[in-house]
């Protein structure tokens, strides 16, 4: 008993010790993919300069430059007549205004440190302030490495493991999907949105965490799941985030959906708890609040069909911890018979109350269509034969060229990681499992654009070579079928309401014949097989007169007729 007791203090010391050491390695990897993520997306500054590329990153910087000379209130009532002209546009309600505020508060913050003598060690604004197209182009640096950070820490949150969560750093620093995205002098809205988006998962994961501590109230708090302080906390920053997703780029759809898929998840397979109703509350609801204040969204977080579904999972959420309270006050297990009456009455209630709400709601024109990207991502893309429609990448369908392209190594080893993440269950690792099979699911519909005069894949039912629902030009235009064009073909091509006829089989060809050979004149010298140049001249003055002539009548006989 003493020898044990004189070894605990340095067992202690030595875990200590290799945790200490664990985090100091994890924070010189997480350094140092910051950094080459950082180098790699400067390599077009360091070739061209502090130059915009593309054209959305010009008419971005354009509409910061706006924001930084007027203000706020005059970029929400903007109506820029130089674009989309001569109809104008209305900048302020049509454009995500995230990436312009955060361009021009970060303008602004540098010249004030500048002023307060705080940026003495960065040599770019040594001798003059910064400008603004100069943070416009390395706006999407910045926020490249931080991603970088946002992402090895969900991994380390969803993992609960140091070396994950440093090769996951070292991959998203690289990866090119991401890359393409944030590069130096690409100003789009996409640089930002990446950040935000893992920003916002990172801070969902953690507010389901289950304290950590030894003393009596964590471990009851882990016993019956109930909400601590930090998920008060940790959900409202999620929400926040939420915002700031939604102020920089419209894929917030995308992200809200998902939360309130792994929310649902986790009640199906039963894992709800009292922690789980209030993050995702708060996050629901301050995160909703702060994105009908973006001009450019409105209320359609309570009204288009796509943004719907998390709505219903927050009033779900309620009616299920209402039937869970009368288990806990009836102290009966979660499979008694009382439990699942009272989810019975609850869902019975809640499906009266929405079909009641529908039933008044929906002749008003409440509720707003699902959007074309969502309905391509579930319905199948007919092509219409205009080019441009055709190559957008929502528009086709997946291939493994496109995965391998954008992810490179990484796509082979994703399946492996998922089936070791399996080995550390919690809440949070399930929302790695719903989020990679809703992202492999649609990016299924959106890969990169193809040729639009390629063939289109073909379905199980059809073989590669099935014929066309189109016929070719010799078929006879009725009233029912409309022309089009494919491609920069010049040949049109009819498309009939009716079903498609069977392929015609190819008609033979004629050989072409021979043209005849005339016998040649042998002449009697040779200067009688030359001709002169007057007579070369009045012969071509001849045929001239003869072809005018020619013409004079046809078009005579024409007039006549």
């Known amino acids: 008993m003493a020898g044990s007791k004189a070894c605990s203090p340095a067992a202690a010391m030595c875990c200590k010790l290799n945790s200490a050491a664990t985090w100091a390695v994890w924070v010189y990897v997480l350094c140092t993919a910051v950094t080459m993520a950082y180098n790699i997306r400067l390599k077009a500054i360091h070739t061209y300069g502090y130059v915009i590329h593309e054209f959305d ?59 307060k003598g705080l940026l003495t060690w960065w040599a770019h604004v040594a001798k003059a302030p910064i400008s603004l197209n100069d943070v416009c182009c390395l706006v999407p640096a910045w926020f490249g490495g931080s991603a970088t950070v946002f992402l090895s820490l969900l991994t380390l949150e969803t993992t609960n493991s140091y070396g994950a969560s440093a090769m996951a750093a070292l991959v998203m620093s690289i990866i090119p999907a991401h890359l393409m995205r944030s590069v130096g002098g690409g100003y789009d809205n996409e640089s930002i949105a990446l950040t935000a988006m893992t920003l916002t998962f990172w801070l969902w994961t953690r507010s389901l965490r289950a304290p950590r501590g030894s003393d009596a109230e964590s471990a009851a708090a882990r016993e019956d799941g109930r909400a601590t302080s930090s998920t008060w906390v940790f959900g409202a920053l999620a929400g926040l985030g939420y915002v700031y997703m939604v102020a920089a780029w419209g894929g917030f759809t995308f992200v809200v959906n998902c939360v309130g898929a792994h929310a649902f998840a986790l009640v199906c397979i039963g894992r709800y708890t009292r922690k789980l109703r209030v993050a995702y509350t708060v996050f629901y609801v301050l995160g909703t609040a702060g994105a009908v204040m973006v001009p450019v969204v409105g209320w359609r977080p309570l009204r288009d069909m796509e943004l719907l579904p998390p709505l219903l999972v927050v009033i779900g959420l309620q009616f299920y911890a209402w039937a869970d309270a009368r288990r806990v006050k009836a102290n009966k297990p979660r499979a008694s018979v009382e439990f699942l009456g009272d989810l019975v009455k609850a869902g019975a209630a809640l499906g009266v109350a929405l079909v009641v709400a529908a039933a008044i709601l929906f002749p008003l024109g409440y509720f707003g269509p699902l959007s074309s990207r969502v309905r391509g991502l579930f319905l199948k893309h007919t092509r219409t034969g205009n080019p441009l429609v055709d190559s957008v990448a929502e528009h086709q369908p997946a291939s493994t060229q496109a995965y391998t392209q954008y992810l490179h190594h990484a796509y082979y080893i994703v399946p492996y990681g998922l089936c070791l993440s399996a080995l550390h269950v919690s809440d949070a690792t399930i929302f790695i499992w719903v989020y990679a099979a809703i992202a492999y699911s649609f990016a299924n ?117």
């Open 57 to 115: 990153p010009w008419f971005n910087m354009r509409a910061t430059q706006y924001l930084a000379d007027n203000g706020l209130y005059e970029f929400f009532h903007w109506f820029d007549r130089k674009s989309w002209y001569p109809l104008g546009r209305p900048v302020g309600t049509t454009i995500y205004p995230g990436m312009q505020m955060t361009a021009v508060a970060l303008w602004r913050s540098f010249g004030w440190a500048r002023a």
């Open 445 to 561: 519909k959106m890969a990169p654009s193809s040729s639009s005069r390629g063939p289109s894949r073909p379905s199980s039912s059809a073989s590669p070579r099935a014929p066309p629902s189109t016929t070719s030009s010799s078929t006879p235009r009725s009233g029912s079928s409309r022309r089009r064009f494919s491609g920069r073909r010049r040949t049109a091509t009819t498309t009939t309401t009716t079903s498609p006829s069977p392929r015609p089989p190819p008609r033979r060809r004629r050989p072409r014949r021979a043209p005849p050979t005339r016998p040649r004149r042998r002449s009697s010298g040779r200067r009688a097989s030359r001709a002169s140049p007057r007579t070369r001249g009045s012969s071509g003055a001849a045929g001239a007169s003869t072809g005018i002539r020619c013409a004079a009548s046809r078009d005579l006989r024409s007039l006549r007729t």
